[in-house]
């Protein structure tokens, strides 16, 4: 998987969050795992490129880990809109999603959340 600009980056980020949300419902680990690490590597093109900002459009996306994923990777640089997601997610007793806001706040809380790039 080749990332070649800020549009695939986005593309690639949110196609795996779909599927990464899929595979945790489902309990399917190895594709879980698979687009865990096709979000890191769309994070990382987008943090190498001074564009994590490009995540702000996700936020609202309908899916709900497609929302999840970027609020997370929006922490370190826009805290106030992803904390306000993340708190929302938290709320709503969606299985899976809700309790991993939740300790994404509170790991980002306590100084122990580390994001990979």
Do not use: C, P, R
């Not at 945790?24 to 690490?37: A, C, I, L």
């Not at 001074?50 to 997370?72: P, Y």
């Not at 997601?85 to 007793?93: A, E, F, Q």
């Amino acid at each position: 998987m080749k990332i070649d600009s800020l549009e695939n980056a986005i593309d690639i980020f949110k196609g795996a969050s779909i599927e990464h949300g899929k595979a945790s419902e489902e309990g399917n680990y190895k594709v879980g795992n698979k687009n865990y690490y096709k979000i890191v590597d769309a994070a990382k093109y987008l943090n190498e490129n001074d564009a994590i900002h490009e995540l702000l459009q996700l936020l609202n996306n309908e899916n709900v880990s497609v929302q999840l994923w970027a609020a997370t990777y929006l922490l370190e640089n826009h805290e106030n809109e992803a904390i306000k997601l993340l708190t929302s997610i938290s709320k709503k007793n969606i299985t899976h999603f809700s309790f991993n806001a939740q300790i994404t706040l509170d790991e980002w809380k306590s100084g122990d959340l580390k994001l990979q790039y």
